[in-house]
T-cell receptor
């Protein structure tokens, strides 16, 4: 079974630009969550999507947004990029996001802002 | 919100068992304990999870105390490839739903 696939693996942008990251969950998984990982803040939860609806969100500004498609694939968008947005962005999927269901992570997209 | 406490780092000799402790004294009755590990430049890898009973799979064993306030992840025969940061996580349930809250984890170094 294929794992969680994130594209692209690496991305370089400049301040003020916007970026879209893509995540394909494990087949059959309907819950997709996004995380930001930085050396200073560690792994932080951004939001979770289930059945094309944002079901849960973390404490990030509105510049961070996402969506989920009917095939459960998800995209994350960051607008007006800032230097502090440089991070590893991780996507994780689970069957339905239930308490007893583990999330499985992709290897992330490493975003660098110049 | 339940939080976890882990030692920042541990060493283990190759071939020996690695026992990684975790305290979660404020855990609620319906909250699972999850363990993940992250090798540099990769995404976190799921290891094991449990609610009340001890659990074992092909990667590790999870021992949860009877009062559920602490747990131990056991890697029975550590190899160099087990060198990683290990995260003990209790799922957080809030008004919106539930998500994982990652702490700084334990950096395990398996030594030859």
């Amino acid at each position: 079974k294929a794992g969680v696939t994130q594209t692209p693996r690496y991305l370089i942008k400049t301040r003020g630009q916007q970026v879209t990251l893509s995540c394909s969950p494990i087949s059959g998984h309907r819950s997709v969550s996004w995380y930001q990982q930085t050396p200073g803040q560690g792994l932080q939860f951004l939001f979770e999507y289930f059945s094309e609806t944002q079901r849960n969100k973390g404490n990030f500004p509105g510049r961070f947004s996402g969506r989920q498609f009917s095939n459960s694939r998800s995209e994350m968008n960051v607008s007006t990029l800032e230097l502090g947005d440089s991070a590893l962005y991780l996507c994780a999927s689970s069957l339905e996001g239930g308490v007893g269901q583990p999330q499985h992570f992709g290897d992330g997209t490493r975003l660098s802002i110049l | 919100d339940a939080k976890t406490t882990q030692p920042p780092s541990m060493d283990c000799a190759e071939g020996r068992a690695a026992n990684l402790p975790c305290n979660h004294s404020t855990i609620s009755g319906n909250e699972y304990v999850y363990w993940y590990r992250q090798i540099h430049s990769q995404g976190p890898q799921y290891i094991i999870h449990g609610l009340k009973n001890n659990e074992t799979n092909e990667m590790a064993s999870l021992i949860i105390t009877e009062d559920r306030k602490s747990s131990t992840l056991i890697l029975p025969h550590a190899t160099l490839r087990d060198t990683a940061v290990y995260y003990c996580i209790v799922r957080v349930v809030n008004n919106y739903g539930q998500n994982f809250v990652f702490g700084p984890g334990t950096r395990l170094s398996v030594l030859p």
